[in-house]
């Protein structure tokens, strides 16, 4: 089946550093790739749309300086956090869609936990 | 905007059957998921639906009504392992997922 990787799976870091996540598509293309964020006992919510060659769509209230996304393959989708603060700590998913399926299924990946000291 | 509605939390006994309803309103719709996650985990899916009517896929089936807006996930034989945040998802328009804020399930022995 589809599977979704993310590294790392959790990370500590202090204020005011930058982090980066990635999400790669381990058995199948994806063009387009989604970045959700989700506190504790709450939704996941949608951040980002990555999108392979082109810029990532970032959706209303989300800050594209502060959230860098880079889709540079078929394969690899980067999530930069940078400057993060303790307001950043959270669980971060990327999904992706397989570019030779034509459905809205998405594969999510298994989560990276941040925590910002 | 997007709206959707699930409850917070519901308790069931092991072998008892639960019905998680989802009501949406959102800026378009092209399908609904419903996805499991466990605590620190990523979602797993379990359905689509797309037209309405009833989807069955062994031990859970999900139902779709388009004009109401509303879907339920429904768990047959419930297991102690079932205990997990059920996520209804829609599609929108821009054939991007909105979550519902997720239905926390219990399983009792």
């Known amino acids: 089946g589809a599977v979704v990787s993310q590294h790392p799976s959790w990370v500590i870091c202090k204020s005011g550093t930058s982090v980066k996540i990635e999400c790669r598509s381990l058995d199948f293309q994806a063009t387009t790739m989604f970045w959700y964020r989700q506190f504790p006992k709450q939704s996941l919510m949608l951040m980002a749309t990555?999108?392979?060659?082109?810029?990532?769509?970032?959706e209303q209230g989300v800050e594209k300086d502060k959230f860098l996304i880079n889709h540079a393959s078929l394969t690899l989708s980067t999530l930069t956090v940078t400057s993060a603060h303790p307001e950043d700590s959270s669980f971060y998913i990327c999904s992706a869609r397989d570019t030779g399926v034509d459905n809205n299924e998405q594969f999510f990946g298994p989560g990276t936990r941040l925590t910002v000291l | 905007g997007q709206n959707i509605d699930q409850p917070t939390e519901m308790t069931a006994t092991e072998g008892a059957i639960v019905q998680i309803n989802c009501t949406y309103q959102t800026s378009g719709f092209n399908g609904l998921f419903w996805y499991q996650q466990h605590a620190g985990e990523a979602p797993t899916f379990l359905s689509y639906?797309?037209?309405?009517g009833l989807e069955e896929k062994g031990r859970f089936s999900s139902f779709l009504s388009r004009s109401k807006g509303y879907s339920y996930l429904l768990l047959k034989e419930l297991q102690m392992k079932d205990s997990a945040s059920y996520l209804c998802a829609v599609v929108r328009g821009d054939y991007k997922l909105s979550f519902g804020a997720g239905t926390t399930v219990t399983v009792r022995a």
């Open positions: 990555s999108n392979e060659g082109s810029k990532a769509t970032y």
């Open positions: 639906n797309v037209l309405d």
